[in-house]
């Protein structure tokens, strides 16, 4: 098994790509414990899903700084230079692009249970990808 594995984390393909692999592993960890807190909030809490969305993204963007800086990107600036950035860039990302989105879903389909989770699953796509590259122009 540990040569599998070596044989795969050393692949030129993995090794090309590393990068992006970490951060969609980041992502997928903060998409699960974003996805779980949305959910208890808007679906068994009852709050509405947009400011469900916002108290989600809220704590999940500690977890999101801590893995990219150290884990994702390695960055050498400091933690003083890149989180002010960091913060605009996710909260752009999440209370604007996702949170739009989420609205605007629900505006056009209604709102229930699965409409909220479908909502929130778009607006994490789009927020990603405006995460990517503000978070490389942050840490490089």
Request: aromatic share 12%; proline share 1%; charged share 15%.
């Given at each position: 098994?540990?040569?599998?594995?070596?044989?795969?984390?050393?692949?030129?393909?993995?090794?090309?790509?590393?990068?992006?692999?970490?951060?969609?592993?980041?992502?997928?960890?903060?998409?699960?414990?974003?996805?779980?807190?949305?959910?208890?909030?808007?679906?068994?809490?009852?709050?509405?899903?947009?400011?469900?969305?916002?108290?989600?993204?809220?704590?999940?963007m500690?977890?999101?700084?801590?893995?990219?800086?150290n884990?994702v990107?390695?960055?050498?600036?400091?933690?003083?230079?890149?989180?002010?950035?960091?913060?605009?860039?996710?909260?752009?990302?999440?209370?604007?692009?996702?949170?739009?989105t989420?609205?605007?879903?629900l505006?056009?389909?209604?709102?229930?249970?699965?409409?909220?989770?479908?909502?929130?699953?778009?607006?994490?796509g789009l927020?990603?990808?405006s995460?990517?590259?503000?978070?490389?122009?942050i840490?490089?």
């Amino acid at each position: 098994m540990e040569k599998c594995v070596k044989k795969i984390v050393g692949h030129p393909l993995v090794l090309k790509h590393k990068e992006k692999i970490k951060f969609v592993l980041v992502g997928g960890v903060n998409f699960v414990l974003d996805f779980l807190i949305f959910s208890l909030l808007a679906n068994v809490l009852g709050l509405f899903a947009v400011g469900a969305n916002i108290i989600s993204t809220s704590i999940c963007m500690v977890v999101s700084f801590v893995l990219n800086y150290n884990f994702v990107w390695r960055s050498k600036k400091s933690k003083r230079e890149t989180a002010p950035r960091f913060v605009a860039v996710s909260l752009f990302s999440a209370w604007v692009v996702q949170s739009l989105t989420i609205w605007v879903v629900l505006h056009i389909f209604g709102d229930s249970e699965v409409m909220n989770l479908v909502a929130k699953v778009l607006g994490v796509g789009l927020g990603t990808i405006s995460n990517y590259f503000g978070y490389k122009l942050i840490f490089r």
